[in-house]
């Protein structure tokens, strides 16, 4: 039986480096990757093939919600590929694509593995908050 995943398409008005860093530097990472506009994230990053890191996002009430794994595959300004793993599901995989289109990124998300359809449908609605709030990042860092 083939495990739920789920597929993410954003365009956002950056350059394929530009984007890439935001997502491995861990100080622009903190700046954008949360699901929800007050919330707020820590990152510590080993940012290599084999490296690991730990991603903790803290809710507006307190909540901490820590999320690790380890990079199996980056080509830069095209491609990371990681596992994710949360306390309520492990060894999942995530590849983001970075690809160039007239002058923008046409950012692919796909997360792969997840145990169930519930757990697949609740990400689907967080990454799409972590890609609102990068689109912002974004317009707010390019704008400078």
């Not at 929800?36 to 093939?49: A, P």
Request: glycine share 4%; proline share 5%; net charge negative.
């Amino acid at each position: 039986m083939t495990k739920p995943m789920l597929v993410i398409k954003r365009e956002v008005d950056a350059k394929p480096d530009v984007v890439f860093a935001a997502w491995c530097k861990p100080k622009l990472l903190m700046r954008w990757s949360f699901p929800f506009q007050d919330w707020k994230s820590t990152t510590e990053n080993d940012f290599k093939i084999g490296g690991q890191y730990t991603h903790i996002v803290t809710a507006t009430d307190g909540t901490l919600h820590t999320h690790t794994g380890k990079y199996l595959d980056i080509i830069p300004n095209q491609k990371i590929v990681f596992t994710w793993n949360v306390f309520d599901m492990q060894d999942t995989l995530i590849t983001v694509e970075f690809n160039e289109v007239d002058g923008k990124t046409q950012i692919t998300l796909t997360h792969e593995n997840f145990p169930d359809p519930e757990l697949r449908t609740r990400y689907y609605e967080s990454w799409q908050g972590c890609l609102n709030n990068l689109e912002k990042f974004l317009s707010n860092e390019t704008s400078k």
